[in-house]
C-alpha cells in the first residue's frame, strides 16, 4: 500500500536559517503529493502541491520538486521566520488507495528569533 | 466561506460515557472525513463520506466508534462507551473531490480527554 515517511523532528532552528524536511513515498502508479502545515491549535491547511515528475510546488516561499526518480518530494525554505513555526506533513494521493490522502507522521519545526 | 466548523473545541469525559462530536462542513463539498490525530500513531482517517453516504470505514477502530451524516451540512462521530485510549484529537476535513489535487480542508479540532 501507499506510504509516506518523513524525517522525525523536532527541528529547531534560528530564524533566517534554510529548512529541509525530507519526505520520500512509496505509491502504486503515479500520485499527486502535498505539503500540509499545522498551526498551533488548528487543523491542517494546504501548504504545497504537485502532480506529475519535476513539478515544483511553492507557497509562502516554501518550494517542493517531485522527483519520481528517487520518489521523493522534500520541503525546503531559504529563510525561515518565527511565524513558520509549525508540524509540517507530507502526504499522497493515489489510485492505489482508492485516492485517500495518506499522510506521513509529520514534523515539528520550531524557530526561535 | 466560513471553513469547516467542529464543536465543541474541547470535550472531557469520564470513562464509560458517550462522547458525541459534531462537523459542518464546508457548503458544497461532497467529500467528508473524519481523523483521528495522536502523538503515538499520528494523523489516522477513521471514515469518509461521499454525498452523505458512507464510503469507506474500514479505520474505524472498533463498533464502539460510529458515525452518520444525516444530510450535507451535518455529520457526528460517537463513541459509546468511551475509554482513556480514545483520548486523542479528531478532525472532520471536507474536499470537492477525491481526485486530483483537490484539497482537504480541515477544522480545528475536537480535543477529547477521557479519563
Known amino acids: 500500500g501507499d506510504s509516506v515517511t518523513q ?19 512509496t505509491a502504486t502508479g503515479y500520485p499527486s503529493l502535498f505539503w500540509y502545515v499545522q498551526y498551533p491549535g488548528e487543523g491542517l491547511q494546504l501548504l504545497l502541491k ?18 519520481k526518480e528517487t520518489t521523493s518530494f522534500h520541503l525546503e525554505k531559504g529563510s525561515v521566520q518565527v511565524s513558520d513555526s509549525a508540524v509540517y506533513f507530507c502526504a499522497l494521493r493515489s489510485g492505489g488507495s482508492n485516492y485517500k490522502l495518506t499522510f506521513g ?6 524557530v526561535n528569533p | 466561506d466560513a471553513g469547516v466548523i467542529q464543536s465543541p473545541r474541547h470535550e472531557v469525559t469520564e470513562m464509560g460515557q458517550e462522547v458525541t462530536l459534531r462537523c459542518k462542513p464546508i457548503s458544497g463539498h461532497d467529500y ?5 490525530q495522536t502523538m503515538m500513531r499520528g494523523l489516522e482517517l477513521l471514515i469518509y463520506f461521499n454525498n452523505n453516504v458512507p464510503i469507506d470505514d474500514s479505520g474505524m477502530p472498533e463498533d464502539r466508534f460510529s ?3 444525516p444530510n450535507a451540512s451535518f455529520s457526528t462521530l ?15 476535513a471536507s474536499s470537492l473531490a477525491l481526485q486530483g489535487t483537490s484539497p482537504l480542508h480541515f477544522g480545528n479540532g475536537t480535543r477529547l480527554t477521557v479519563t
Do not use: H
Open chain 2, 78 to 92: 460517537k463513541i459509546q462507551p468511551s475509554e482513556p485510549r480514545d483520548s486523542a484529537v479528531y478532525f472532520c
Open chain 1, 50 to 67: 504537485a502532480t506529475k515528475a519535476d513539478d515544483k510546488g511553492s507557497n509562502k516561499g516554501f518550494e517542493a520538486t517531485y522527483r
Open chain 1, 7 to 25: 524525517m522525525e523532528g523536532p527541528v529547531t532552528l534560528s530564524e533566517e536559517a534554510f529548512l529541509t524536511i525530507n519526505c520520500t513515498y
Open chain 2, 67 to 69: 458515525a452518520k451524516m
Open chain 2, 32 to 36: 467528508l472525513f473524519w481523523y483521528r
Open chain 1, 105 to 110: 507522521k509529520g514534523t515539528l519545526l520550531t
